[in-house]
DNA sequence: TTGAAAGCGATACCAG
DNA sequence: CTGGTATCGCTTTCAA
């Protein structure tokens, strides 16, 4: 027997081969449980058959689910990731390389931003203009690229639903105060602000008055806790606020951890019947004096997206980009 | 100028070329940014240059730190990691198989263990003796696989140590209950056996007492915060036990935040100094109450020294498993 | 219905 | 010193 003859049966060309041939193929193929060497195969189709996974390790938390969305996806159409973290923009440079050396058929982008605002999003978006396919998660970084969000309005919207349904009319945001700034630092605190704006337009569809409360994060905002050590803080903020609050929506799931223990650290510092709620995951923590509503972000999710995005993609396909809400409890 | 010229000179066998020879092929290769297909190179060396990066999700807090160690070493040697997670012992076999027909050149395994115990420990260890490199971490579940695990040894005698040179003398090592059954069941518990031991030997070395207490884990011990709420409710095993300890030494970063959770809303809980030390990592907590000296697991040298061990057996060399205890402070 | 042959990009061997 | 040639495993094309 041929090796294109073995080749087309297996390759489920069967129309061409006589009943016989195509039994006995792949009887042998099972026998010898053949498995066809991707790489040999890629080399012939000028591709690799492999993803490059760059991921921001501040961003570390969302590492695991992404990755699981991701890679069920990929596998499925026999692509595999080569998942690689950065702390800086040279280390993404350097990361970069390293996937383009391995002719990755594509590439996820998770942007470094320095404290001076430099990053490499400029080179992402030439190469993306050179024929890369290349999708951008949790960022809006790089121009012209499609990309993979987070849908903060949409989380927003849903969380003050929620407290209103739960009969809450004073209904705070509590943010960190960079929430306005978005409009004018491309790319960075734009999740604050679409926040905000989908807290704003909910509250006033049902006819409440929306009060934001926002807590200054100092130094450095990347840095382990930042929000947590702000917001408890700040906590006061919230909780001595002269429109009384009953409840609030949060922006970050850290900030909820540091106002249940500030609230149970200080009895009598939250209201009766305080209720929060946030699109976002929250550590396991006891509270007793809060009701709290977690809308955990669809992580896994936008892995799936972001690989079904890329392998579109790849394939010429059109793609447009997502942004992803809190799911439906 | 003929390819095997080329690739002579570029892989630096330059004593059999002439000079110009040399320039010649060494500027055109800067000039057209050669760079050599790994895939192709692989093929011919019946090779990938993949390495396989089997992770447990339940483990994702070290996943970051874990990778990033790990790809600085396999970069450098020009391997490239294919990171893989799951969730089940299906999932992992599902996975194990991707990277086999990946043809990966070793494969990193941190075992899924199902609540049956069962597991791929048996299937891994039959394929390391077929001669597939492996290397496992975080677990003693594949038989004769060199590994790199965390000396929880070593980490409780840094801590213990740690306590009484801030003059404790009364210090309780709080821990899980199966604390004790390690011995019996292979794989499991061995790193609190192994905390137990180091925390006794420390304490009797010095001349103390020690005072084990355990706080029972009720359910799935693998669930979100399953430490966390276990620790909480028995807060008070610890902090009104008879031994009336002033410190004390813990197990699980989870079950210090759990302690110091319940230290500030309770006040007067907490005798005034209480010092805790931990093998672990602590999120960022408020706390005014306790003192907390927490060594950090080093994950980021356990990613660098599995990649060297899969490197090494790759490349021939004898191989050792390693425990890493905590970095001197 | 089948198989011979070319080629993907790199490497190894050996003859000139 | 230099280059022709075979090879890795797979896919495609085309002739038999």
Same mark, same amino acid.
């Given at each position: 027997m041929s090796i294109p003859t073995v080749h087309q049966v297996l390759n489920g060309y069967?129309? %061409?081969?006589s009943a016989e041939t195509r039994k006995k193929v792949l009887e042998a193929a099972k026998e010898l449980d053949y498995r066809p060497n991707i790489a040999a195969r890629g080399l012939r189709a000028r591709k690799s058959f492999l993803l490059g996974l760059q991921f921001n390790a501040v961003n570390y938390p969302l590492i695991a689910g992404f990755t699981r969305g991701f890679q069920q996806m990929c596998t499925a159409q026999s692509y595999a990731p080569i998942f690689l973290t950065h702390v800086s923009t040279e280390d993404e440079a350097e990361n970069c390389r390293t996937l383009i050396d391995r002719r990755v058929d594509g590439l996820i982008v998770n942007c470094a931003v320095g404290t +001076? @605002?430099?990053?490499?999003a400029g080179r992402f978006a030439e190469m993306r203009q050179a024929g890369t396919h290349l999708v951008e998660v949790f $960022?809006?970084?790089? /121009? $012209?690229a499609p990309r993979v969000t987070l849908d903060y309005r949409a989380g927003a919207v849903a969380s003050t639903e929620l407290l209103i349904a739960k009969g809450h009319k004073k209904i705070a945001l509590f943010t960190h105060? /960079?929430?306005?700034t978005s409009e004018r630092i491309p790319g960075l605190y734009w999740t604050a602000w679409e926040h905000w704006r989908g807290y704003e337009e909910t509250m006033r569809q049902a006819g409440l008055e929306p009060t934001t409360i926002a807590y200054q994060v100092s @130094? /450095? %905002? +990347? %840095?382990? @806790?930042a929000h947590y050590f702000s917001a408890y803080e700040n906590a006061k903020l919230l909780l001595n606020h !002269?429109?009384? !609050?009953t409840a609030a929506v949060f922006y970050r799931g850290e900030a909820v951890e540091a106002i249940l223990h500030y609230a149970s650290a200080n !009895?009598?510092?939250?209201?009766?019947g305080f209720g929060i709620s946030v699109f976002d995951r929250v550590a396991p923590t006891h509270s007793d004096a809060i009701s709290l509503y977690a809308l955990p972000q669809p992580i896994e999710d936008v892995g799936q997206a972001a690989a079904k995005l890329l392998l579109d993609s790849i394939a010429g396909r059109e793609v447009e980009s997502i942004a992803m809400g809190p799911k439906k409890p």
């Amino acid at each position: 027997m041929s090796i294109p003859t073995v080749h087309q049966v297996l390759n489920g060309y069967n129309v %061409r081969f006589s009943a016989e041939t195509r039994k006995k193929v792949l009887e042998a193929a099972k026998e010898l449980d053949y498995r066809p060497n991707i790489a040999a195969r890629g080399l012939r189709a000028r591709k690799s058959f492999l993803l490059g996974l760059q991921f921001n390790a501040v961003n570390y938390p969302l590492i695991a689910g992404f990755t699981r969305g991701f890679q069920q996806m990929c596998t499925a159409q026999s692509y595999a990731p080569i998942f690689l973290t950065h702390v800086s923009t040279e280390d993404e440079a350097e990361n970069c390389r390293t996937l383009i050396d391995r002719r990755v058929d594509g590439l996820i982008v998770n942007c470094a931003v320095g404290t +001076t @605002g430099a990053s490499n999003a400029g080179r992402f978006a030439e190469m993306r203009q050179a024929g890369t396919h290349l999708v951008e998660v949790f $960022g809006r970084f790089v /121009d $012209g690229a499609p990309r993979v969000t987070l849908d903060y309005r949409a989380g927003a919207v849903a969380s003050t639903e929620l407290l209103i349904a739960k009969g809450h009319k004073k209904i705070a945001l509590f943010t960190h105060s /960079d929430y306005r700034t978005s409009e004018r630092i491309p790319g960075l605190y734009w999740t604050a602000w679409e926040h905000w704006r989908g807290y704003e337009e909910t509250m006033r569809q049902a006819g409440l008055e929306p009060t934001t409360i926002a807590y200054q994060v100092s @130094g /450095d %905002r +990347t %840095r382990e @806790g930042a929000h947590y050590f702000s917001a408890y803080e700040n906590a006061k903020l919230l909780l001595n606020h !002269p429109a009384k !609050p009953t409840a609030a929506v949060f922006y970050r799931g850290e900030a909820v951890e540091a106002i249940l223990h500030y609230a149970s650290a200080n !009895p009598s510092a939250a209201p009766e019947g305080f209720g929060i709620s946030v699109f976002d995951r929250v550590a396991p923590t006891h509270s007793d004096a809060i009701s709290l509503y977690a809308l955990p972000q669809p992580i896994e999710d936008v892995g799936q997206a972001a690989a079904k995005l890329l392998l579109d993609s790849i394939a010429g396909r059109e793609v447009e980009s997502i942004a992803m809400g809190p799911k439906k409890p």
